[in-house]
Protein backbone atom coordinates (compact mmCIF):
# COMPACT_ATOMS: atom_id res chain seq x y z
CA UNK A 1 0.00 0.00 0.00
CA UNK A 2 1.30 3.82 -0.74
CA UNK A 3 1.47 5.68 2.39
CA UNK A 4 3.62 8.87 3.92
CA UNK A 5 6.61 7.95 5.69
CA UNK A 6 9.92 9.16 6.22
CA UNK A 7 12.83 9.32 4.11
CA UNK A 8 16.46 10.37 5.20
CA UNK A 9 19.12 11.36 3.43
CA UNK A 10 22.02 9.34 4.70
CA UNK A 11 24.77 11.69 3.06
CA UNK A 12 23.17 14.73 5.06
CA UNK A 13 22.76 12.72 8.27
CA UNK A 14 25.55 12.67 10.82
CA UNK A 15 23.93 10.25 13.35
CA UNK A 16 23.91 13.08 16.24
CA UNK A 17 20.47 11.06 16.96
CA UNK A 18 18.25 14.40 17.68
CA UNK A 19 15.75 12.83 15.94
CA UNK A 20 15.14 9.83 18.09
CA UNK A 21 13.58 11.21 20.73
CA UNK A 22 11.13 12.97 19.05
CA UNK A 23 10.14 9.38 17.56
CA UNK A 24 8.47 7.44 20.98
CA UNK A 25 7.20 4.37 18.17
CA UNK A 26 10.81 3.32 18.02
CA UNK A 27 11.18 3.66 14.24
CA UNK A 28 14.38 5.02 14.30
CA UNK A 29 17.73 3.84 15.64
CA UNK A 30 21.60 4.98 14.97
CA UNK A 31 22.93 2.62 12.72
CA UNK A 32 26.64 2.82 11.47
CA UNK A 33 26.56 6.44 12.75
CA UNK A 34 23.29 7.23 10.80
CA UNK A 35 19.70 7.34 11.60
CA UNK A 36 17.91 4.74 10.00
CA UNK A 37 14.00 3.59 9.81
CA UNK A 38 14.02 0.15 11.37
CA UNK A 39 10.90 -0.71 9.78
CA UNK A 40 8.12 0.19 7.36
CA UNK A 41 5.12 -0.49 10.57
CA UNK A 42 6.74 1.58 13.11
CA UNK A 43 6.57 5.13 11.23
CA UNK A 44 3.52 6.81 11.39
CA UNK A 45 4.60 9.49 8.78
CA UNK A 46 3.63 12.47 10.90
CA UNK A 47 7.25 13.99 10.71
CA UNK A 48 8.06 15.24 14.08
CA UNK A 49 10.94 13.82 13.77
CA UNK A 50 11.69 16.65 10.74
CA UNK A 51 12.42 19.64 12.98
CA UNK A 52 14.74 18.09 15.06
CA UNK A 53 17.06 17.45 12.20
CA UNK A 54 19.93 19.99 12.17
CA UNK A 55 21.08 18.99 8.89
CA UNK A 56 17.60 18.88 6.88
CA UNK A 57 18.39 15.30 6.72
CA UNK A 58 14.78 13.37 6.69
CA UNK A 59 11.78 14.27 4.43
CA UNK A 60 8.21 12.96 4.04
CA UNK A 61 7.71 10.91 1.18
CA UNK A 62 4.68 8.93 0.11
CA UNK A 63 5.56 5.50 -1.10
CA UNK A 64 4.91 2.12 -0.91
CA UNK A 65 5.26 0.41 2.88
CA UNK A 66 4.00 -2.30 4.74
CA UNK A 67 0.79 -0.96 6.93
CA UNK A 68 1.58 0.78 10.18
CA UNK A 69 0.79 -1.72 13.35
CA UNK A 70 0.07 0.08 16.34
CA UNK A 71 0.25 -3.45 18.13
CA UNK A 72 3.71 -4.03 16.82
CA UNK A 73 4.66 -0.42 17.79
CA UNK A 74 3.03 -1.16 21.29
CA UNK A 75 5.00 -4.25 22.38
CA UNK A 76 8.65 -1.72 21.88
CA UNK A 77 6.21 1.09 23.46
CA UNK A 78 5.40 -1.12 26.52
CA UNK A 79 9.05 -2.36 26.53
CA UNK A 80 10.73 1.61 27.18
CA UNK A 81 8.62 1.92 30.15
CA UNK A 82 5.79 4.41 31.28
CA UNK A 83 7.78 7.44 30.04
CA UNK A 84 7.60 6.09 26.61
CA UNK A 85 3.94 4.87 26.70
CA UNK A 86 3.14 8.74 27.74
CA UNK A 87 5.19 10.35 25.25
CA UNK A 88 3.39 7.68 22.46
CA UNK A 89 0.02 8.52 23.87
CA UNK A 90 0.81 12.21 23.97
CA UNK A 91 2.04 11.96 20.44
CA UNK A 92 -0.85 10.01 18.86
CA UNK A 93 -3.36 12.65 20.51
CA UNK A 94 -1.56 15.77 19.65
CA UNK A 95 -1.71 14.64 16.18
CA UNK A 96 -5.80 14.00 16.28
CA UNK A 97 -4.90 10.56 15.39
CA UNK A 98 -7.60 8.82 17.86
CA UNK A 99 -8.42 5.61 16.12
CA UNK A 100 -4.63 4.46 16.50
CA UNK A 101 -4.68 6.38 20.33
CA UNK A 102 -8.10 4.03 21.13
CA UNK A 103 -6.01 1.32 20.09
CA UNK A 104 -3.08 1.90 22.19
CA UNK A 105 -5.68 2.66 24.91
CA UNK A 106 -6.75 -0.68 24.54
CA UNK A 107 -4.23 -2.52 24.13
CA UNK A 108 -2.61 -0.92 27.54
CA UNK A 109 -5.82 -2.46 29.42
CA UNK A 110 -5.41 -5.77 27.68
CA UNK A 111 -2.12 -6.02 29.52
CA UNK A 112 -3.33 -4.85 32.75
CA UNK A 113 -0.69 -2.03 32.76
CA UNK A 114 -1.77 1.72 33.88
CA UNK A 115 -3.12 4.41 31.40
CA UNK A 116 -0.95 7.71 32.14
CA UNK A 117 -2.38 11.04 32.49
CA UNK A 118 -1.19 13.06 29.57
CA UNK A 119 -0.89 16.98 29.57
CA UNK A 120 -4.15 18.71 29.56
CA UNK A 121 -2.46 21.81 27.74
CA UNK A 122 -0.64 19.88 25.18
CA UNK A 123 -3.60 18.12 24.30
CA UNK A 124 -5.63 21.31 24.26
CA UNK A 125 -6.04 21.60 20.46
CA UNK A 126 -5.82 18.00 19.62
CA UNK A 127 -7.89 18.92 16.70
CA UNK A 128 -4.77 19.89 14.56
CA UNK A 129 -3.00 16.68 12.73
CA UNK A 130 0.50 18.60 12.89
CA UNK A 131 2.53 20.22 15.57
CA UNK A 132 3.14 23.57 13.69
CA UNK A 133 -0.56 24.09 14.20
CA UNK A 134 -0.64 24.49 17.86
CA UNK A 135 -2.87 27.42 18.34
CA UNK A 136 -1.15 30.11 20.65
CA UNK A 137 -1.26 34.12 21.57
CA UNK A 138 1.35 36.11 20.46
CA UNK A 139 1.30 38.92 22.72
CA UNK A 140 2.64 42.09 21.40
CA UNK A 141 2.19 45.41 22.21
CA UNK A 142 0.08 46.81 18.71
CA UNK A 143 -1.28 49.90 18.08
CA UNK A 144 -4.16 49.07 16.01
CA UNK A 145 -5.23 52.66 15.34
CA UNK A 146 -1.83 53.48 14.04
CA UNK A 147 -1.39 53.05 10.24
CA UNK A 148 1.68 52.64 8.52
CA UNK A 149 1.64 52.05 4.89
CA UNK A 150 4.23 50.39 3.20
CA UNK A 151 5.34 49.40 -0.20
CA UNK A 152 4.95 45.52 -2.03
CA UNK A 153 7.70 44.40 -3.14
CA UNK A 154 6.15 42.06 -5.30
CA UNK A 155 7.29 41.81 -8.82
CA UNK A 156 5.52 39.15 -10.66
CA UNK A 157 2.28 37.55 -10.49
CA UNK A 158 1.44 34.35 -10.05
CA UNK A 159 3.41 33.20 -7.12
CA UNK A 160 2.21 29.42 -6.37
CA UNK A 161 5.04 27.19 -7.32
CA UNK A 162 1.83 24.80 -8.59
CA UNK A 163 0.88 28.07 -11.49
CA UNK A 164 4.25 28.72 -12.54
CA UNK A 165 5.68 28.24 -15.65
CA UNK A 166 8.93 26.75 -15.47
CA UNK A 167 10.48 29.80 -18.06
CA UNK A 168 8.64 32.38 -16.21
CA UNK A 169 10.77 35.82 -17.59
CA UNK A 170 11.00 36.96 -14.37
CA UNK A 171 13.50 33.69 -13.17
CA UNK A 172 15.87 34.84 -15.50
CA UNK A 173 19.16 36.37 -13.91
CA UNK A 174 16.90 36.54 -10.77
CA UNK A 175 17.26 36.64 -6.94
CA UNK A 176 14.83 33.91 -6.05
CA UNK A 177 12.28 33.86 -2.65
CA UNK A 178 11.07 30.14 -2.28
CA UNK A 179 8.82 30.87 0.97
CA UNK A 180 6.30 28.65 2.82
CA UNK A 181 2.82 30.23 3.05
CA UNK A 182 2.55 31.06 6.17
CA UNK A 183 5.73 33.33 6.33
CA UNK A 184 3.97 36.76 4.79
CA UNK A 185 1.14 36.37 7.29
CA UNK A 186 3.84 35.56 10.12
CA UNK A 187 6.90 38.36 9.20
CA UNK A 188 5.35 42.21 8.86
CA UNK A 189 8.60 42.90 6.95
CA UNK A 190 8.22 40.06 4.57
CA UNK A 191 8.00 42.57 2.00
CA UNK A 192 11.27 45.01 2.55
CA UNK A 193 13.56 42.09 4.55
CA UNK A 194 12.85 39.18 2.31
CA UNK A 195 11.15 39.73 -0.69
CA UNK A 196 12.40 43.09 -2.20
CA UNK A 197 14.80 42.66 -4.92
CA UNK A 198 13.55 39.03 -5.52
CA UNK A 199 11.23 36.77 -7.90
CA UNK A 200 9.30 34.89 -5.57
CA UNK A 201 7.94 31.55 -5.53
CA UNK A 202 5.36 30.14 -2.60
CA UNK A 203 4.02 26.67 -1.48
CA UNK A 204 3.33 24.52 1.53
CA UNK A 205 5.05 21.84 2.02
CA UNK A 206 2.76 20.32 4.83
CA UNK A 207 -0.44 20.26 2.20
CA UNK A 208 1.00 19.84 -1.14
CA UNK A 209 2.81 17.12 -3.05
CA UNK A 210 6.43 17.80 -2.24
CA UNK A 211 7.95 15.67 -4.82
CA UNK A 212 5.95 17.58 -7.07
CA UNK A 213 7.90 20.26 -5.75
CA UNK A 214 11.42 18.98 -6.35
CA UNK A 215 10.91 18.12 -9.65
CA UNK A 216 9.66 21.43 -10.57
CA UNK A 217 12.21 23.48 -8.44
CA UNK A 218 14.89 21.19 -10.38
CA UNK A 219 13.76 22.48 -13.93
CA UNK A 220 13.45 25.79 -12.74
CA UNK A 221 17.05 25.76 -11.59
CA UNK A 222 18.33 24.16 -14.50
CA UNK A 223 16.44 25.90 -17.38
CA UNK A 224 16.83 29.64 -15.58
CA UNK A 225 19.76 31.79 -14.54
CA UNK A 226 19.28 32.40 -11.07
CA UNK A 227 21.84 34.15 -8.75
CA UNK A 228 20.95 32.86 -5.51
CA UNK A 229 17.66 31.22 -3.91
CA UNK A 230 16.71 32.43 -0.36
CA UNK A 231 14.15 29.75 1.52
CA UNK A 232 12.07 31.61 3.67
CA UNK A 233 10.44 28.81 6.17
CA UNK A 234 8.42 29.12 9.48
CA UNK A 235 9.97 27.38 12.59
CA UNK A 236 7.42 24.16 13.15
CA UNK A 237 8.42 20.84 12.16
CA UNK A 238 6.20 20.43 8.76
CA UNK A 239 8.32 23.54 7.23
CA UNK A 240 11.87 22.16 6.83
CA UNK A 241 11.07 20.30 4.21
CA UNK A 242 10.82 23.59 2.50
CA UNK A 243 14.14 23.95 2.83
CA UNK A 244 15.30 19.95 2.08
CA UNK A 245 13.69 19.67 -1.19
CA UNK A 246 15.09 22.93 -2.41
CA UNK A 247 18.42 22.27 -1.25
CA UNK A 248 17.92 18.81 -2.86
CA UNK A 249 16.66 20.59 -6.55
CA UNK A 250 19.84 22.57 -6.38
CA UNK A 251 21.86 20.00 -6.73
CA UNK A 252 20.21 17.61 -9.13
CA UNK A 253 20.18 20.86 -11.49
CA UNK A 254 24.09 20.22 -11.61
CA UNK A 255 24.39 24.58 -10.47
CA UNK A 256 26.08 25.71 -7.88
CA UNK A 257 23.17 28.23 -6.67
CA UNK A 258 24.30 30.11 -3.29
CA UNK A 259 21.40 28.49 -0.62
CA UNK A 260 20.16 30.53 1.94
CA UNK A 261 18.04 29.72 4.82
CA UNK A 262 15.75 31.95 6.94
CA UNK A 263 13.83 30.98 9.55
CA UNK A 264 10.61 32.69 10.80
CA UNK A 265 9.18 32.30 14.56
CA UNK A 266 5.65 32.05 15.13
CA UNK A 267 6.19 35.15 17.04
CA UNK A 268 6.67 36.65 13.70
CA UNK A 269 10.31 37.21 14.26
CA UNK A 270 13.42 36.41 11.63
CA UNK A 271 15.19 33.94 13.74
Same mark, same amino acid.
Given at each position: ??? !???? @?????? &? $?? /?? =? +??? *? %??? #??????? !???? @?????? &? $?? /?? =? +??? *? %??? #?????????????????????????????? #?????????????????????????????????????????????????????????????????????????????????????????????????????????????????????????????????????????????????????????????????????????????????????????
Amino acid at each position: MKR !KIIK @IDEKKC &D $GC /GL =C +IPN *C %PEG #ALQIIDK !KARL @ISDLFC &D $GL /GV =C +IGS *C %PKN #AIIIEEREAEPYNERKVMKNIIKAGKNTIK #AHLQHLKEHNEIKIYNEAINILKENGIEIPKLEENKMKHNFSNCPGAAIREVNKNINASKKIEQKSALRQWPVQLNLLPINAPFFGNSHLLISADCVAFANANFHNKLLNGKSLVIGCPKLDDIDEYKEKLTEIFKQNKIKSVTVAIMEVPCCYGLYAITEDAVKESGKKIPLIKEVIGVDGEIQ
